[in-house]
C-alpha cells in the first residue's frame, strides 16, 4: 500500500537529504495512522540510522530535545520534524527493514507501529493497518505486558486512544492492564494529567472514565471518584447511582475541560453527605460542598492550573443553585458569585445534570434564571465591587484606611446596591459610606 498524498514538503526535504547523505529514513507513528485514517497529523517523527553528530552536521536548525537518546527537532520553513535514532542501527548498510521492523516492535500500540518511506510506501509488520479496519487497540504481537512495564503511561494511553479514536481494547491490552495497573502510581502526575485531558475531551469520555475504573487505573488518578461506584441514591429523582449519573452528565455537556472536569466531580461529595430519614428517603445535604473540597484536592493533586481549579471549583460549588423561586435580587446575586463568564458554564452543566436524573427534566427552572440573568447583564447593573459608582480611592479621601474596614466598607456597599440596583450612584453611596466612619473618623462598619 502507498500513501500519495498528506505528506508536508518540508518532511520530504527533511528525508530527501538525509537519503542523499546514505542514511535510510522513514516516517513513523501516529502520523502514519493519521494519513491512513484520513486525519491530519499534528506532526511528524521520523527514524533514521544516523546518529545525533551526523544529523546536527547535515541539518542548520536542530534542538536536541533529547539528545542522549538519540532524539533531535529539525527547524525547517518555520516547522518542525522529529528526528530519532532507530532502535539497533548501527551503520548506513545495515538490513533496514529488519531493524525497521525492531523498532517498531518496540513502539505501544499496532496503530502506532507503521512506517512510509520516501516513495509513501507502507511497511506494516504488525497488522496496524487491519486494526484500524477493526478498531481494535492492540500492542506488536500481544506484548502489552512487556510495553506497559516498560512505560506505565502506556496504559493510560491505550484509554486515550481508544476513547478518541472509538476503537475497543483488545482483551490482551485490559489483561495486562489488570496485572500491572499499580505501577501507575510512580508515573509524575503531570503525564497523567495530560492523558485524562484528552480522554475528557474526546467523544467517549464515559466510557473512559468508567474502563479507568473497571482496570483499577483511576485509584491512581481521581480516587475521590471510587466511593461514587454504586452508591445508590434511594430517591426517586434519581434513576442511576452516583457514578452512573455523573457519567451520563458528562456525556451531556460539550468539550470543554472545565465543565467536564465539573460534570465528572459535582456529586463526588454525595457518599460522605448521605442520610437517610424514617422513609427510606436518601438525602445528601451540602454536599455540593464536600464535591468542592474534594475536586479542589484533586486537581490540586495533579497540578493543574489555579485558573482550572478555580474554575471547576466554583462550577461544582454552585451547582445546586436552582434558585426555585428567584428575583432580580438573587439573579444578581447569583451572577456576582460565578462571574458572567463562567455563568452559560453553569447553566450547560445545571441542564446536564436534570437530563441525568430522573424525569420529568424540569429545565424550565434552568431557563427562567438564565433569562433573568441575561436581562440583567443587558442592563449593566453592578454585580461586584469593580462595578461600584465608587471605589476605595474614593473612601480613602473621606476618611478610609487601607485594608480589611475599606474592603468590609465596599462589600456593605454593594450588598446595598445589589438590593437596590438604583442605589449605585456616588451621591448615594459615599454618605452612606461616610455614616459608617466613628466620631473621631475610624470605620465603623
Not at 487505573?217 to 475521590?224: D, G, Q, S, T
Not at 490540586?300 to 466554583?314: C, E, F, G, P
Not at 441525568?356 to 427552572?365: D, I, T
Request: charged letters at 25%.
Amino acid at each position: 500500500m502507498k500513501i500519495s498524498q498528506g505528506i508536508p514538503v518540508y518532511v520530504e526535504q527533511v528525508m530527501d537529504e538525509l537519503l542523499s547523505r546514505g542514511f535510510p529514513v522513514s516516517i513513523v507513528g501516529g502520523s502514519v495512522r493519521d494519513l491512513l485514517m484520513g486525519r491530519c497529523p499534528e506532526d511528524f517523527d521520523l527514524v533514521t540510522s544516523a546518529v545525533p553528530s551526523q544529523i546536527n552536521q547535515i541539518f542548520p536548525r536542530v534542538v536536541p530535545v533529547g539528545e542522549k537518546h538519540g532524539t533531535l527537532v529539525i527547524l525547517i520553513d518555520n516547522e518542525k520534524v522529529e528526528i530519532s535514532r532507530c532502535r539497533g542501527a548501527s551503520s548506513p548498510g545495515d538490513d533496514w527493514p529488519g531493524i525497521l521492523a525492531e523498532d517498531l516492535r518496540h513502539r505501544d500500540f499496532t496503530i502506532n507501529a507503521m512506517a512510509v518511506d520516501r516513495s509513501g510506501l507502507l511497511y506494516d509488520p504488525f497488522g496496524g493497518c487491519n486494526d484500524i479496519a477493526g478498531r481494535i487497540i492492540r500492542s506488536p504481537q500481544d506484548t502489552a505486558l512487556e510495553r506497559f512495564n516498560e512505560d506505565p503511561l502506556r496504559m493510560l494511553r491505550a484509554l486515550r486512544f481508544a476513547a478518541v479514536l472509538d476503537f475497543e481494547l483488545d482483551q490482551s491490552i485490559v489483561d495486562a492492564i489488570n496485572q500491572c495497573h499499580s505501577l501507575l502510581a510512580g508515573v509524575a502526575v503531570e503525564r497523567i494529567r495530560e492523558e485524562l485531558n484528552g480522554i475528557l475531551l474526546s467523544d467517549r469520555p464515559d466510557w473512559g472514565i468508567r474502563t479507568l475504573v473497571d482496570t483499577g487505573l483511576m485509584e491512581f488518578v481521581i480516587p475521590e471518584i471510587l466511593p461514587m461506584v454504586g452508591f445508590e441514591q434511594h430517591n426517586r429523582a434519581h434513576i442511576f447511582d452516583v457514578f452512573t449519573h455523573s457519567l451520563t452528565v458528562l456525556s451531556k455537556v460539550p468539550a470543554n475541560l472545565e465543565l467536564r472536569l465539573a460534570a465528572l466531580l459535582h456529586d463526588a461529595g454525595k457518599p460522605a453527605t448521605f442520610t437517610l430519614d424514617e422513609r427510606g428517603v436518601g438525602h445528601f445535604y451540602q454536599h455540593q460542598q464536600e464535591s468542592r473540597r474534594l475536586c479542589r484536592e484533586a486537581l490540586t493533586r495533579l497540578k493543574y492550573s489555579n485558573a482550572v481549579i478555580d474554575k471547576v471549583s466554583l462550577l461544582v460549588g454552585e451547582h445546586m443553585i436552582w434558585l426555585e423561586n428567584p428575583s432580580e435580587e438573587k439573579v444578581r446575586r447569583l451572577i456576582g458569585r460565578v462571574g458572567k463568564e463562567l455563568l452559560p458554564e453553569l447553566f450547560t452543566l445545571q441542564r446536564a445534570d436534570i437530563m441525568g436524573s430522573a424525569p420529568p427534566f424540569e429545565l424550565y427552572r434552568v431557563d427562567r434564571v438564565q433569562s433573568m440573568a441575561e436581562s440583567t447583564l443587558s442592563n449593566e447593573e453592578a454585580l461586584t465591587v469593580e462595578d461600584l459608582a465608587v471605589n476605595g480611592g474614593d473612601l480613602i479621601k473621606i476618611g478610609y484606611l487601607p485594608g480589611e474596614e475599606l474592603g468590609r466598607a465596599l462589600n456593605a456597599l454593594l450588598e446595598i446596591v445589589l438590593a437596590s440596583p438604583q442605589a449605585n450612584r456616588k451621591e448615594i453611596l459615599l454618605p452612606t459610606a461616610a455614616s459608617w466612619l466613628k466620631p473621631h473618623g475610624e470605620p465603623g462598619v
